[in-house]
């Protein structure tokens, strides 16, 4: 789901000076290592910035008008995300000062990551407690871990995904054969969308070289404006904000994802939690997702102003903000809800495995809507479903 800096995918909403933080970096075999064993990576490159000497809003006092009323069994929850529009809920949320409220004395401390294989390793290195993530990585994380690592706890964004090509060289669907089309990561969540598609065409394409009768080109989402501006690739099947950015260039959209998909939905990011903070700290995860569904709730009222919040992060984080031609397209195709649209996490699985990206995983028990469902109980919002995968 996919950041980057000339392009951010995404979150960060307001930090005083922040240390830097070392990179993560992977070598490529290593990738292709994870790939084997699981296969499903994120669609950025390796890093993250941390804010381990603050919490993103000073927390108010326990007990105040702005607060929790009682004080929760945790002083600090650390949390960890995407500056990537699809990560909209925790930019508006923390930028907003709507989870510090939910957690009263409880100080967050805040993580930015440009990818999910980073964000994993963070949470089970106990870096961080929860995180908003895509769900190749949660399926990644969970699966190597033989399900003993994080639980899926809560939806966040569905849509945002587009392949756009270049209108001289593609004019239809039909027109992909011989063609290059990018996505962000070999075995990210974009470019088994793709693999997939093109295979329910009738196309065949080597899964891990990426050749055949339409070239899958693996290509970092920071690189790709570059790549189809020198015409070495002829499209792309990329999230947003690089789709919107790829038309300005001249791109069109041939296909938006989401007109593939029942209901068209699909999970782009979801919310993840450690299952030792989960079991530790139950309140306070309700007092994440109180402040989750809140924020969403804000966002669904007030897009104009969610939408310019979110840039605004954008800006503190990466240090430009997306100008509207990119940023207008980009937020107004993403969807923020708190259903984690478990089936579609599922297929996403399956569509992996039928790819040869990845052996079947056991999924059950990757969810716990538990807590969640008790917060919009609480709301008088009706309960999400983990589509069989739940903690039983």
Aim: hydrophobic share 40%.
């Amino acid at each position: 789901m996919a950041p980057n800096q000339t392009l951010p995918h995404g979150p960060n909403p307001h930090t005083p000076a922040r240390p830097a933080a070392g990179r993560i970096r992977r070598s490529a075999a290593a990738a292709i290592a994870g790939l084997t064993a699981v296969a499903l990576l994120s669609a950025c490159g390796y890093g993250s910035k941390s804010d381990d000497d603050k919490p993103k809003n000073p927390a108010p006092a326990a007990g105040s008008a702005s607060g929790s009323a009682a004080k929760l069994s945790a002083d600090t929850v650390k949390i960890g995300y995407f500056a990537n529009l699809t990560h909209g809920t925790p930019l508006v949320g923390l930028q907003e000062g709507i989870l510090q409220k939910e957690l009263g004395a409880t100080q967050i401390k805040t993580q930015v990551f440009n990818a999910g294989p980073a964000e994993i390793e963070a949470l089970n290195a106990g870096s961080i407690d929860i995180g908003w993530i895509g769900p190749s990585p949660a399926i990644n994380g969970y699966t190597k871990s033989e399900g003993k690592s994080l639980k899926i706890i809560g939806g966040s964004a569905s849509g945002g995904v587009k392949l756009v090509v270049n209108p001289d060289k593609i004019a239809t669907l039909d027109d992909l054969k011989g063609k290059k089309i990018a996505t962000p990561q070999l075995g990210n969540t974009q470019d088994v969308a793709l693999l997939n598609y093109l295979a329910g065409k009738g196309y065949k394409v080597d899964a891990q070289s990426g050749a055949g009768d339409v070239s899958v080109v693996r290509s970092d989402n920071k690189v790709t404006p570059d790549a189809y501006k020198q015409g070495s690739i002829d499209g792309a099947w990329v999230p947003e904000p690089t789709a919107s950015k790829l038309v300005t260039l001249g791109a069109k959209v041939l296909l938006n994802e989401k007109d593939i998909w029942p209901n068209k939905q699909f999970v782009i990011t979801n919310i993840i939690v450690s299952q030792k903070f989960l079991a530790e700290h139950a309140d306070v995860v309700e007092a994440v997702l109180r402040g989750s569904v809140t924020t969403n709730a804000f966002i669904k009222a007030n897009p104009d102003k969610a939408k310019a919040i979110a840039n605004e992060a954008i800006k503190k984080e990466a240090g430009n903000a997306l100008e509207p031609a990119i940023l207008d397209p980009a937020w107004a195709d993403i969807e923020f809800l708190d259903d984690p649209l478990a089936s579609t996490l599922q297929t996403e699985a399956d569509n992996a495995v039928t790819a040869g990206l990845l052996k079947k995983p056991n999924l059950a028990g990757i969810y716990d809507l538990t807590p969640l469902n008790k917060v919009l109980k609480e709301k008088g919002q009706s309960p999400v479903a983990d589509a069989g995968l739940g903690t039983k």
